[in-house]
């Protein structure tokens, strides 16, 4: 192949180094107004009054709109509807919205919610989930405060745990943490002459904007036109709905262009988050270091609204147990509401609760076991036809297997593991340790999840429609490169539209790693329709032979294109040659409601990663020096693109690890800008080495499976055991910050034991232990390419940039 | 809506300041002002900026003490040879601030006026035991820093005074200069807590011994009592205990979301103990 495989330049990248794109904040249109909208002053209230007169009549204001406003559905939701576009009777948490204005100028706006007059009558809030689990907790909602209760049943855990050799009981928690895209939600309205109304935003899925927008305002769908502009960042943050409905309904009201962009505060106060956990475990294993039953009770705060919580809470059920062969199961994972900030879709969906938790519970069964990390991983690691939790049996090949493979001989495993002196300097110790992990491609669980694709051949290029959102993970580049290799033409004759409701098909949303696969097939398919299209029109005889042209005999659809695309400009009278696809993935299942049986998904991706770290004993902190991180991609479209997946993975996992938390009380964000909020910053960045694998995939493009989300998942629980590893304590709540150390540590001194003492395993490790031979000669199992790729020439630069 | 001016010598500003309208904000660098105004927790009726104030802008060595103009930025601080070879700790503080966007703008003297318990710059300046040069239309004093803080956000400047120069002597040639800052990341971190000292061992005996530390008082803090027990004594296990327990004293840390009370308390022993032994030369 020419051009898959390749690592091509992104075909968005130089018009966004240049700042020539154009991100929502950079359309001013004429006679433009600026909204404001105004948020709960309380967590949980009933609104008595709201009075917008006063803010009416100062000058510069040209409307005040509340909830009687809203023409159509009051309610709004990515997944399950019941989010007000403005408060009318009650209000849940601090980020709901009770009036919105429009105003000549962003002063005026602001300054204009401080003359609307709310009164409020206080309800009792609640802010822990556990809480609002009991029967007298205030309610959320109507309907009571749990949004899903999701169970599987397999097996009989109660035996089993009985059976087994050694048990492990614990309970993790963690935090609720931002996406922290550098963009902040931004959009801007206007009603076209023909009365339709025109929204350009920064979102994930056009068509499910224009589905809520409509349904909202009124609308049929087709009087609405949703169009993208440039969205910087997502992570799943921009699934919902955020300034969509507002300047919609201020735009019809007006009649004129509005634009409203969130401040950092207020994204971070009124966007959905990562659902917080609090997770109980319960694992046995046999003598052999065989999992013989897996137990959690999950219970996550959804916060005030449902948004795509009950899907989220779904998968945290299904992955619960991580990538490993178990008979015996039992999990109860709740969405609970309470009156924080709603959480939503965030960067593997539910999987980076589950996998800290699960993983955490393998390194400790390891340790119990006195065994290796790798190896116990890899002697209960699901390989060829597995039956998962859920009763459903599928072929996931090796991928879990060379994945730890490839991270062990990487990272030179064998050696540091079992270093003896493992001091870095005074109080200061080495650690290192591993995680697994493995997370649905695509939505899965019976959600509908097909992607349509147009490819016209014009005069001079193949123009690409499809409404895949590049939200910077760069599916525009994939795309291109997948159209491109299939007509056998070069990426520049190739041309992305830009996605737009009314002239691009429905690609579904650029979330659950699902783009590469779904609409990558979506592309393939279209081209083979215009290939045979094509073909038809030669057969027909229509087509007319450019002058000078040889021979009639070898005129293949390949000759025509290459006339096309010789041609410049529009030509008079020439109809373009369409090929259209719809790829629809194979069939998925909800999960029973009482045993969890069903199909979770069509296509698993897989991962491993190590993680190296120093802890200073003294201080609690912990300086992440190096992380492994081995991804089995299927087949990597654009190499590069997938570096940079499982880079920015690795250090959002880094963050949710180490320092990420959204800290709230009562309902009230204490971490409500990035100066509380912290992320990791370009110092504290570690080294990252990827190693991409190739076991292919059954349905996806070139064998391609999805990458974007695997790559955050192992990392928190590959520095957790790093951290086991340098000083002797599990810290079972996110983040680990250095106090949380040191606390640890404290309590452990406290109990008389020596902290060293538990960090080696009993059994050293015998060199037969890394070398399964047979199993990978039973199952006659694909041999998987392999590509690394390292950075350790780079120069770090640790000092200013404007020197 | 706010006055601004820009004015162009000191006494002009001073005479702007005179004035004494309420609300009256000075503007250095910014990075604390704006940021308070954005949010609404500051009114401001007359905004003053000082970036043309040649007045302000001095860094030089005179006579054994160190002159720095109170609107240097501390990315000026930090390119100094002349400080990064005579004061390097105060250096490493002012790197230790934000990004290189923020020490573009922000100045020392900001760092100081905004009076934050966790002021970067303050625990090495209140070891180098600097003076504060304040000034109005109608007169000058001169204060030390370590009576310059009156609690969170309060100094002693009067309204219609401007910190114009903080200065202090050279420490002396062999002596260690220590400034450690933990933070919950490697940048754009305000400090748990923060350690600066100042001293030496002669045969074995602590002399010159300055200690102060950030975010673990309302304001940053000289430990006066700590230094006493350790001067001219050999440093020993039991001494450092005693001298964390004084520190211990001296304290008045709280929790927020940076760190517990118990947590800075920790650390602060920490950092004593790390200070001390790096300047008596031997690990205890």
Redesign the interface.
Known sequence: MKIVGKSIRRVDGLAKVTGQARYPQDFYLEGMLYAKALRSRYSHALIKKINVSRARELEGVRAVLTAQDVPGRNLFGHMIADQPVLCQDKVRFRGDAVAVVAAESEEIAQEALSFIQVDYDPLPVVSDPRQALKPDAPRVHEKGNILTHYKIRKGDVEKAFQEAHLVIESNYRTPCVEHAYLQPESGIAYVEDTGDLVIIVATQCVYIDRHQIARSLGLPEEKVKVVLAETGGAFGGREDISVQILIGLLALKTGRPVKMTYSREESILSTAKRHPAYMRYKSGVDREGRLLAWEAEIIADTGAYASSGAAVVQNMAMYASGPYKVDNVKIDAYAVYTNNTFAGAMRAFGCPQVTFASEMQMNKLAAALGMDEYEFRRRNAMVGKSEFATGYLADVDNCQIVCLDEVVRLSNWKEKRYRQNKEAG?DRFYGIGIAAGFKNVGYGSGYVDSSSAEVELMPGKVRLKISAVDQGQGVETILCQIAAEELAISMENVEYTNPDTSVTPNAGSSSASRQTFNSGNAVRLACLDLKKNLQQLLDSRKWKRPPGYPGHTSYNWSNILQEFLSMEGETEGMASVIGRATYVPPPTTPLDPETGEGIPAYSFGFGAQVAEVVVDK??G?VDLKKVYAAHDVGRAINPLQVEGQIEGGVVMGQGYAL?EEI?LKEGET??PDL??F?I?????VCDIESAILEVPDRHGPYGARGVGEMTTISTAPAIAAAVHDAVGVWIDELPV???KV??ALKEKEFQGKDVREETLPEKTLQEKDFQDQALREDKGIAHAPRRTTSHENWVIFKG???V | MFEFYQPSSLSELLHLLEEGIPDTCLLAGGTDLLVEYRSGARNISRLIRLAHLSELQDLKCEDGRIKLGAALTYRTVERSSLLREKVPFLVQAAQSIGSPQVRNLGTIGGNLVTASPAADLAPPLLVLEAQLTLKKKSSSREIPLSSFFMGPKRTLLDPQEVVTEISFALPPENCYQIFYKLGQRNAMAISIASLAALGQAQRGFLTGIKIAVGSVAPTPLRLFHTEGLLQGERLTQALLKEANRRAQEEISPISDIRGSVEYRREIVGVLLERALSEIAGEVL
């Open positions: 005074k003294r201080t902190q320092m800290i204490l971490t100066a509380t912290d990791p910053t370009s110092l504290d910050t250095a106090e040191v606390r200013d940039l404007n």
